[in-house]
Protein backbone atom coordinates (compact mmCIF):
# COMPACT_ATOMS: atom_id res chain seq x y z
CA UNK A 1 0.00 0.00 0.00
CA UNK A 2 1.15 3.79 -0.58
CA UNK A 3 0.35 6.51 1.07
CA UNK A 4 -1.48 9.62 -0.54
CA UNK A 5 0.50 12.92 1.24
CA UNK A 6 -1.95 14.73 -1.16
CA UNK A 7 -3.97 16.85 0.96
CA UNK A 8 -7.93 15.90 0.63
CA UNK A 9 -10.08 19.25 0.96
CA UNK A 10 -12.89 18.83 3.05
CA UNK A 11 -16.10 19.47 2.21
CA UNK A 12 -17.62 23.08 3.05
CA UNK A 13 -18.89 21.26 6.35
CA UNK A 14 -15.62 20.22 7.55
CA UNK A 15 -15.94 16.28 6.21
CA UNK A 16 -13.96 14.35 4.19
CA UNK A 17 -15.98 11.08 3.82
CA UNK A 18 -19.03 9.05 4.64
CA UNK A 19 -20.54 5.86 5.55
CA UNK A 20 -22.67 4.78 3.25
CA UNK A 21 -23.22 1.08 3.95
CA UNK A 22 -22.23 -1.66 6.75
CA UNK A 23 -21.05 -4.80 5.38
CA UNK A 24 -22.41 -8.07 6.80
CA UNK A 25 -19.92 -8.27 10.14
CA UNK A 26 -20.78 -4.76 11.15
CA UNK A 27 -17.85 -2.55 9.27
CA UNK A 28 -18.32 0.96 7.51
CA UNK A 29 -17.98 1.09 3.68
CA UNK A 30 -16.76 4.39 3.16
CA UNK A 31 -17.09 6.98 0.36
CA UNK A 32 -14.02 9.64 0.02
CA UNK A 33 -15.98 13.10 -0.79
CA UNK A 34 -12.93 14.29 -2.99
CA UNK A 35 -11.21 11.26 -4.17
CA UNK A 36 -10.03 12.83 -7.38
CA UNK A 37 -5.70 11.59 -6.80
CA UNK A 38 -6.37 8.27 -4.87
CA UNK A 39 -5.36 5.11 -5.66
CA UNK A 40 -6.29 1.64 -4.82
CA UNK A 41 -4.60 0.93 -1.75
CA UNK A 42 -3.96 4.67 -0.75
CA UNK A 43 -3.93 5.47 3.28
CA UNK A 44 -6.17 8.19 3.43
CA UNK A 45 -5.86 11.08 6.17
CA UNK A 46 -8.59 13.71 7.02
CA UNK A 47 -6.45 17.22 6.97
CA UNK A 48 -5.38 18.00 10.56
CA UNK A 49 -7.41 20.40 12.21
CA UNK A 50 -6.49 24.13 12.56
CA UNK A 51 -4.65 25.23 15.68
CA UNK A 52 -5.82 28.45 17.17
CA UNK A 53 -4.00 30.47 19.33
CA UNK A 54 -5.03 33.22 22.08
CA UNK A 55 -6.09 36.73 21.54
CA UNK A 56 -4.02 39.50 23.57
CA UNK A 57 -7.66 39.88 25.21
CA UNK A 58 -7.79 35.95 26.51
CA UNK A 59 -4.50 35.93 27.58
CA UNK A 60 -5.31 39.20 29.94
CA UNK A 61 -8.33 37.49 30.93
CA UNK A 62 -6.60 34.60 32.34
CA UNK A 63 -4.73 36.41 34.44
CA UNK A 64 -7.37 38.47 36.37
CA UNK A 65 -8.92 35.50 36.56
CA UNK A 66 -6.63 34.18 39.05
CA UNK A 67 -6.81 33.61 42.83
CA UNK A 68 -5.16 36.35 44.02
CA UNK A 69 -4.71 34.39 47.84
CA UNK A 70 -2.37 31.52 45.84
CA UNK A 71 1.20 32.33 44.32
CA UNK A 72 1.29 33.13 40.36
CA UNK A 73 4.52 31.61 39.07
CA UNK A 74 5.38 30.36 35.69
CA UNK A 75 3.98 27.06 36.17
CA UNK A 76 0.65 28.08 37.00
CA UNK A 77 0.84 30.80 34.47
CA UNK A 78 1.17 28.23 32.41
CA UNK A 79 -0.90 25.89 33.24
CA UNK A 80 -3.79 28.54 32.81
CA UNK A 81 -2.78 29.66 29.50
CA UNK A 82 -2.68 25.44 28.75
CA UNK A 83 -6.12 25.25 29.76
CA UNK A 84 -7.73 28.30 27.52
CA UNK A 85 -5.80 26.95 24.84
CA UNK A 86 -7.12 23.24 24.87
CA UNK A 87 -10.90 24.54 25.82
CA UNK A 88 -10.62 27.07 22.68
CA UNK A 89 -9.54 24.50 20.43
CA UNK A 90 -11.21 21.15 21.48
CA UNK A 91 -14.08 22.64 22.42
Not at 33 to 55: E, S
Not at 57 to 67: L, P, T
Amino acid sequence: MTENKTAKTPTDDGHVAHVYLFDKTGRPMVAWDNAKDIKLGDKLYAAPKQWVGLTDQEINSVCYKRDWTAPWTNTTFARAIEAKLREKNHG
